[in-house]
């Protein structure tokens, strides 16, 4: 492979783009549009809630035969990230006979389109969706669909258009890339660091700046924690779901990023005993199947995280280490016992969770110091788990407040009860103080009166934004009450 300094490499529709000369935090979208000219891509919101900007990014699979897509939001994306990859716009479903894509035409048919702004997101919203579904049914189109809004039109006939075209034949829905195999091959970012003549690791650059400011993409662990040591204040970029929002409307420039999606070693989830370790970089597209199964509600709670273009790239490393009081993964991942591997340099450290916060938006990290994976329980016998979000809208929104809990039932009696909360505090906790009213008590004996003191006696009440605070203490208490009295007796141990 070829290396070019200081040039971003990828592929559009058969050739291969050099973007040279471009900031650091240039969006994906705003590059396609001023640059390439691909005016079909839209910005609306630029944070991720519309849809309008969704394009297709895509790698070579693990056999380098074939690309995997994922929809993601152009808007959020940098440019730096797409080195080594492919993108698709609305304008590469174009057939060279001038005919639409399957998606464009049942568009057309059920009169899908009113102002057409938002048409080309969703157009590749559900050109994402076929390539990898077959025959979705109206949930999963809907699901596929929630990051998309249209203000016109209304989504039946959005819907109705998805169902006619997942009908068509596979080769004409699936995405020609033929001609993108080749150059993804040539443009492959190299897998091994690279050493100096006196052994030491240098990270290549993608982009840097006569400032010194730059962009890194390492490709493996020792690499990222190298790059650390020497750049302890750098930012550490994964989904870009929170960094392209500060780059959209803080206007930051962050002077060192390290992108981690190309690092091998954080992308991979691996069972370790009794416990699922998930690397720094797995999306949570890729986490929400095994929790499906394994832990149902904490699926369900990620699929309200976001819509599925930010659950593409967004990550649970990346939203423990953004520390907002209402991120979403921490309560479910303090109920159930997560614990951090946390790595500076060559050493390592496991932190529990519930101990990771020392405030807003603080922990305990040092200087260089980085999430490497997170360790997550798996499954045990009689084990219950249960988690709900509360927020003003279904889908796309932040929370007013997120509760989980997981117990045991021995003899009709709670046993080993974990609860957190988010939105209550500064930062995500525990509620040990609610644990202690539920522990050893059968659930039908616990008083909304005892939950309420409890509440009480463990948090500063507080009016926020989302919610006042009789609200959401009202709703933290009925969570709780709910989850317990929701107790199947198939699910009770034997002690």
Not at 25 to 31: G, I
Not at 369 to 374: M, P, S
Not at 391 to 401: L, M, P, V
């Amino acid at each position: 492979m070829t290396q070019v300094t200081n040039t971003v490499r990828f592929v559009l529709d058969g050739r291969i783009v050099e973007a040279q000369g471009e900031r650091r935090t240039t969006t994906v979208l705003d590059y396609l549009r001023e640059q390439l000219h691909r005016t079909g891509t839209k910005e609306g919101c630029a944070e991720g809630d519309c849809g309008a900007c969704v394009v297709l990014v895509g790698e070579l699979n693990a056999a380098g035969d074939a690309v995997d897509y994922r929809s993601v939001n152009a808007c959020m994306q940098l440019l730096p990230t797409l080195d080594g990859k492919s993108v698709k716009t609305v304008e590469s479903l174009a057939r060279p006979d001038g005919s639409l894509h399957p998606v464009q035409e049942a568009m057309v048919g059920c009169h899908g389109s009113q102002c057409g702004f938002c048409t080309p997101g969703i157009v590749m919203s559900l050109a994402g969706l076929l390539q990898t579904v077959a025959q979705p049914g109206r949930q999963v189109i809907n699901d596929a669909l929630s990051g998309n809004l249209c203000r016109c039109t209304g989504y039946k006939p959005i819907v109705d258009a998805a169902l006619v075209a997942a009908q068509a034949p596979r080769e004409q829905l699936k995405i020609d890339d033929a001609a993108d195999l080749p150059l993804l091959r040539e443009i492959r970012r190299a897998t091994e660091p690279t050493y100096s003549l006196d052994g030491e690791i240098v990270v290549q650059p993608v982009v840097r700046t006569r400032k010194g400011n730059e962009f890194v993409s390492p490709a493996t662990l020792a690499e990222v924690a190298d790059y650390l040591q020497s750049h302890p204040q750098a930012t550490l970029l994964a989904g870009s779901t929170e960094i392209g929002l500060q780059v959209n409307k803080q206007f930051r420039r962050p002077d060192h990023i390290v992108y981690l999606g190309n690092v091998a070693e954080l992308r991979r989830i691996e069972v370790r005993g009794d416990a699922w370790r998930i690397g720094a970089a797995v999306p949570l597209a890729d986490i929400e199947p095994l929790m499906a199964e394994a832990w149902p509600d904490f699926a369900e709670v990620l699929r309200r995280f976001g819509s599925p273009p930010i659950r593409a790239t967004a990550t649970l490393a990346g939203n423990i280490a953004n520390g907002s009081p209402i991120g979403d993964s921490m309560p479910c991942l303090m109920a159930l016992g997560a614990s951090l591997e946390l790595r500076r340099g060559h050493k390592t450290r496991t932190v529990v969770l519930d101990a990771f916060y020392t405030g807003q938006k603080s922990n305990v990290l040092q200087p260089g110091e980085f999430i490497e994976a997170v360790l997550l329980p798996r499954p045990a016998a009689g084990v219950v788990f249960r988690a709900h979000k509360v927020s003003k809208r279904f889908e796309q929104d932040i929370s007013a407040t997120c509760a989980a809990i997981r117990y045991r039932l021995k003899n009709g009696r709670l046993s080993d009860v974990r609860l957190a909360y988010n939105g209550l505090a500064p930062a995500p906790c525990r509620a040990p103080k609610i644990e202690a009213v539920l522990e050893g008590r059968a659930p039908d004996t616990v008083s909304a009166d005892e939950i309420d003191a409890a509440i009480a006696a463990s948090f500063t009440a507080r009016d926020g934004l989302r919610a006042t605070w009789a609200y959401r203490s009202l709703v933290a208490r009925n969570l709780v009450l709910q989850f317990i009295e929701e107790s199947q007796p198939s699910q009770e141990a034997v002690s």
